[in-house]
Protein backbone atom coordinates (compact mmCIF):
# COMPACT_ATOMS: atom_id res chain seq x y z
CA UNK A 1 0.00 0.00 0.00
CA UNK A 2 1.11 3.52 -0.59
CA UNK A 3 0.77 6.37 1.58
CA UNK A 4 -0.66 9.60 0.46
CA UNK A 5 1.39 12.66 0.79
CA UNK A 6 0.98 14.46 3.49
CA UNK A 7 -1.06 17.69 3.58
CA UNK A 8 0.95 20.30 5.83
CA UNK A 9 -1.23 23.57 7.24
CA UNK A 10 0.96 26.20 8.48
CA UNK A 11 -0.46 28.55 11.01
CA UNK A 12 1.36 31.89 11.55
CA UNK A 13 1.12 33.83 14.44
CA UNK A 14 3.29 36.72 15.74
CA UNK A 15 4.58 34.85 18.58
CA UNK A 16 4.90 31.37 16.84
CA UNK A 17 4.91 29.40 13.68
CA UNK A 18 3.76 25.61 13.85
CA UNK A 19 3.81 22.90 11.19
CA UNK A 20 0.58 20.51 11.15
CA UNK A 21 1.06 17.01 9.41
CA UNK A 22 -2.12 15.49 8.35
CA UNK A 23 -1.61 11.71 6.99
CA UNK A 24 -4.24 9.14 7.27
CA UNK A 25 -5.40 8.21 11.34
CA UNK A 26 -2.29 10.80 12.28
CA UNK A 27 -2.32 14.10 13.41
CA UNK A 28 1.73 15.69 14.62
CA UNK A 29 2.29 19.30 15.39
CA UNK A 30 5.60 20.21 14.86
CA UNK A 31 7.18 23.62 16.37
CA UNK A 32 9.57 25.42 14.25
CA UNK A 33 10.72 27.87 16.56
CA UNK A 34 11.44 25.28 19.53
CA UNK A 35 9.20 24.88 22.70
CA UNK A 36 6.51 27.55 23.84
CA UNK A 37 4.90 27.69 27.58
CA UNK A 38 1.16 27.14 28.09
CA UNK A 39 0.13 31.04 28.80
CA UNK A 40 -3.67 31.54 29.80
CA UNK A 41 -5.92 34.05 28.39
CA UNK A 42 -8.72 35.66 29.21
CA UNK A 43 -11.46 35.36 26.22
CA UNK A 44 -14.87 37.38 26.08
CA UNK A 45 -17.47 34.87 24.39
CA UNK A 46 -20.49 36.53 22.32
CA UNK A 47 -23.45 33.81 21.01
CA UNK A 48 -23.95 34.26 17.11
CA UNK A 49 -26.73 30.91 17.31
CA UNK A 50 -29.79 31.87 19.08
CA UNK A 51 -30.22 28.78 20.63
CA UNK A 52 -26.40 27.96 21.32
CA UNK A 53 -26.67 28.67 25.10
CA UNK A 54 -28.42 30.34 27.84
CA UNK A 55 -26.14 33.25 28.21
CA UNK A 56 -25.57 35.69 25.55
CA UNK A 57 -22.09 37.02 26.95
CA UNK A 58 -19.39 35.48 28.76
CA UNK A 59 -15.59 35.51 29.71
CA UNK A 60 -13.53 32.40 29.98
CA UNK A 61 -10.08 31.90 30.60
CA UNK A 62 -8.28 29.26 28.21
CA UNK A 63 -4.55 28.06 28.35
CA UNK A 64 -2.74 28.07 25.04
CA UNK A 65 0.68 28.49 23.77
CA UNK A 66 -0.64 32.07 21.40
CA UNK A 67 -3.18 34.63 21.68
CA UNK A 68 -4.75 32.83 18.20
CA UNK A 69 -4.56 29.47 19.48
CA UNK A 70 -6.49 30.62 22.13
CA UNK A 71 -9.61 32.07 20.19
CA UNK A 72 -9.51 28.94 18.26
CA UNK A 73 -9.80 26.72 21.43
CA UNK A 74 -12.37 28.76 22.75
CA UNK A 75 -14.43 28.65 20.22
CA UNK A 76 -14.17 24.99 19.47
CA UNK A 77 -14.96 24.55 23.07
CA UNK A 78 -18.23 26.34 22.56
CA UNK A 79 -20.07 26.21 19.52
CA UNK A 80 -22.69 28.90 18.34
CA UNK A 81 -20.43 31.40 19.76
CA UNK A 82 -17.44 33.61 18.76
CA UNK A 83 -14.74 35.63 20.72
CA UNK A 84 -15.87 38.80 20.60
CA UNK A 85 -12.20 40.39 20.65
CA UNK A 86 -9.00 39.72 21.13
CA UNK A 87 -7.62 37.17 23.67
CA UNK A 88 -5.89 39.10 26.41
CA UNK A 89 -3.13 37.86 28.68
CA UNK A 90 -3.71 36.66 32.22
CA UNK A 91 -0.83 38.17 34.19
Known amino acids: ?18 KVSLM ?3 VS ?9 MKTYR ?3 TRTVP ?9 MTVQAT ?9 EAQYPGYRCLNGPVPVS
Do not use: Y
Request: no cysteine; aromatic share 2%.
Open 29 to 37: LHSTQGSRL
Open 66 to 74: SSAMARVTA
Open 51 to 59: SAGPRATFV
Open 1 to 18: MSQRPSAAIRIADRDERQ
Open 24 to 26: PGK
Open 43 to 45: VSM
